[in-house]
């Protein structure tokens, strides 16, 4: 290549670091002594230039952070399986709701207060189960767990079941948890 | 052992949106670059963007090809406002001589007026003789100013990278005869 001179499209690789190990090795051997083409390979270097100015001038100044938000947004009313996750619920069936996560709260401190014991596991019966209201009174025991707690007297109120709250002390329950982690149903025991 | 209490599905969904936004970070100023270099608005960029994301997100849901997902969402920005332009609607797209309020000035700030009237001249001149190249060769000179490799712009414009050097030689000849 010697006496050949370098095609525009060597020069442009070279520019863009496209060229091939053995292609490269050729061009910078001929390059060292070619004035004409160190001339054409720095004009190929400008205009180069002069694109990434031209470029740049086409940043956004806007900070991105509208944009970003905007796409969330977006994400968030096309997931189909996060709109699932949205049922529409009345104050009273979020009331309810609130209610049983506190059973769920006490119970499990009480448990965590107590020393671990051991708790029979017999086949468990699910007959007497107050459904908690939020559950679609679906008591289908598959993949759930039974939490036995002692909650407050008043507990028992919150449960629609009459009770001398008043009398103070505390009562035994049983407490079935789904297997989404959501109680479903309460059992007094006493 | 780790337990996750999400499903799968939900944890299909999350993990799609985090892809689709860590993508966005590090894709949408060089995509915004590029759908104004190839005719769009500051507005319409910003919906051929938001477009494409979505899109993205659709096919990462429905269990779509995760790999090279930044020329994928160039490529379909691309032809959401090449699809605009032909159909007339220019929803994504318009001439970027009626956009010079949107640019920025590459003459240094500090130069004097004489420079700075000269560089403006220099920009004039680059960009009239950008907009004078055929379509293809104006979109290989603005991927390869985003920093794409020639298989890369290949891919994006769904051609062969043998195709992609010959337009992006054409092109900077034709400039580096013009800008003389």
């Known amino acids: 290549m010697r006496n050949e001179h370098c095609s525009d499209e060597m020069l442009l690789r070279h520019v863009d670091g496209e060229l091939e190990p053995a292609a490269r090795s050729v061009f910078e051997r001929h390059i060292e002594t070619c004035a004409a083409c160190q001339d054409r390979l720095r004009s190929i270097g400008d205009v180069s230039d002069a694109l990434e100015d031209f470029s740049d001038s086409l940043a956004d100044s806007r900070p991105p952070a509208f944009a ?106 049983e407490i079935m948890v789904g297997a989404d982690g959501l109680a479903r149903a309460i059992r007094f025991q006493n | 052992m780790g337990v996750s209490l999400l499903d799968r599905e939900t944890r299909d969904v999350l993990g799609a949106e985090d892809e689709v936004i860590r993508l966005f970070d590090d894709s949408r100023a060089p995509l915004f670059r590029y759908l104004r270099w190839i005719g769009s608005s500051t507005e319409e960029a910003d919906d051929a963007i938001q477009e494409a994301f979505l899109r993205l997100h659709a096919h990462l849901l429905a269990g779509g090809e995760r790999q090279n997902l930044r020329a994928w969402v160039f490529r379909v920005a691309g032809n959401l406002v090449r699809d605009e332009r032909k159909s007339g609607r220019r929803r994504f797209s318009r001439p970027l001589e009626s956009e010079q309020h949107d640019r920025h000035s590459w003459a240094d700030p500090a130069a004097g007026p004489e420079q700075r009237v000269l560089a403006g001249e220099s920009e004039r001149r680059l960009e009239v003789a950008i907009r004078r190249l055929p379509p293809d060769q104006q979109n290989c000179l603005a991927l390869r100013s985003q920093g794409f490799r020639y298989r890369e712009i290949a891919e994006i414009l769904g051609v062969g990278t043998t195709t992609v050097a010959d337009l992006l030689r054409r092109a900077v000849r034709k400039l580096s005869t013009e800008l003389v």
């Open chain 1, 68 to 173: 970003r938000a905007r796409l969330i947004r977006a994400m968030a009313h096309t997931s189909p399986a996060l709109e699932r996750r949205k049922p529409a619920r009345s104050p009273a069936r979020m009331a309810f709701a609130f209610a049983a996560d506190v059973f769920l709260l006490i119970g499990i401190a009480t448990l965590i207060r107590q020393p671990p014991a051991v708790i029979p596991q017999p086949k468990p019966s699910f007959t007497g189960f107050i459904a908690l209201p939020y559950s679609d009174n679906n008591l289908a025991p598959e993949g759930g767990v039974v939490l036995q707690v002692e909650l407050p007297r008043s507990a028992l109120l919150l449960a629609g079941v009459p009770a001398a709250a008043a009398a103070g002390g505390r009562v035994k329950a």
